[in-house]
């Protein structure tokens, strides 16, 4: 028998095949159909596990079942995703419903950030840990936790919003509507928005000269920032500072709340490394309370991309 799992992104579709025992057959990935209706897109979806089956010389009827992970908000209760900020037309779907009745076989959701803090608890850095708190750190910012062994979701399976922490009343509106959240000051997104900013107004030369080389594409990113610091460029290091106080404030909150015993670091800015996890784990001691940092690790994630799908399928029944 075989499971699949998908991990659902905007821009693409990456999907799995495994045995009973977990282990990674094959994988797929494909661009998600722009615009597109749930209907086309599960369409998609029931196609890369048809084609990774007939990779393997496996048939439709040994897909025992499948694991899907999305961005956004999943109710567990009603069993539809609330939103997704990647997936424009996926408003209030019910979302196993459709791509059970797509697939042929048993369909589990789980949102992305949820799943991938599994996969990094099953198989990946915090493997062996009880109490964790994983964070993902790209375009915007999600929370998973491991409390006891076990995945907590909430009342209504949406807990981690950790991205709409709010942290600065004076920041930014936030694209959930509300001003100053944790995403909108210390995403990956945050960080390029405020280097553009002094690129643009003539504070550095170098994040300039980054800016003006990406402009075709969108311009400076995060990780152009990191290097910038790392060159001596005191904006950028002011920057990253300024990030990494309001991510550090974020996550000594969690930490009081929850005492977690490990933090995993992933997403896009956790490949700024040490960088990074450095002046957090500095920041992160000056604001939490000193007894529940003692004995807490900080670390990167180490799956990368492939952290939802194994957590997905971590979390199906055998």
């Not at 708190?133 to 979701?153: H, P, Q």
């Not at 490949?271 to 309370?289: D, H, N, V, W, Y």
Request: charged share 20%.
């Amino acid at each position: 028998m075989f499971y699949g799992a998908i991990d659902l992104g905007g821009t693409k579709i990456y999907t799995v095949i495994s045995d009973e025992q977990g282990k990674i057959l094959a994988h797929l990935r494909t661009a998600t159909a722009k615009d597109a209706s749930p209907e086309v897109v599960a369409l998609q979806m029931r196609d890369s596990l048809d084609a990774l089956l007939q990779e393997i010389g496996g048939v439709p009827d040994q897909l025992t079942g499948v694991g899907v992970c999305v961005a956004g908000y999943f109710d567990r209760i009603s069993r539809r995703l609330v939103y997704s900020p990647n997936l424009q037309k996926w408003e209030d779907i019910p979302i196993e419903g459709l791509l059970t009745e797509c697939f042929g076989v048993s369909v589990k959701v789980e949102n992305d950030a949820n799943a991938a803090a599994v996969g990094e608890w099953a198989a990946g850095a915090a493997k062996g840990k009880k109490d964790v708190l994983y964070l993902t750190v790209s375009t915007g910012i999600g929370a998973g936790l491991i409390l006891n062994n076990r995945l907590y979701r909430g009342s209504r399976g949406l807990a981690g919003e950790a991205g709409h922490i709010p942290v600065n009343p004076d920041g930014v509106i936030c694209g959930c509507g509300r001003s100053g959240c944790l995403e909108t000051e210390a995403s990956g997104t945050a960080i390029a928005r405020l280097a553009a900013q002094a690129a643009t107004t003539g504070e550095s030369e170098m994040l300039l000269a980054y800016h003006q080389k990406k402009a075709s594409t969108g311009g400076i990113e995060a990780q152009d920032v990191f290097t910038a610091a790392k060159k001596g460029d005191e904006t950028a290091q002011r920057i990253i500072h300024r990030t990494t106080g309001y991510l550090a404030m974020g996550i000594a909150g969690m930490i009081n709340m929850f005492n977690p015993e490990m933090i995993v670091i992933g997403g896009g800015v956790s490949q700024a490394g040490e960088a990074l996890l450095e002046p957090l784990r500095e920041q992160i001691k000056s604001r939490a309370i000193p007894a529940l940092t003692e004995h807490l690790t900080i670390k990167r994630a180490s799956l990368g991309t492939e952290s939802g799908v194994i957590g997905m399928l971590n979390l199906q029944e055998r």
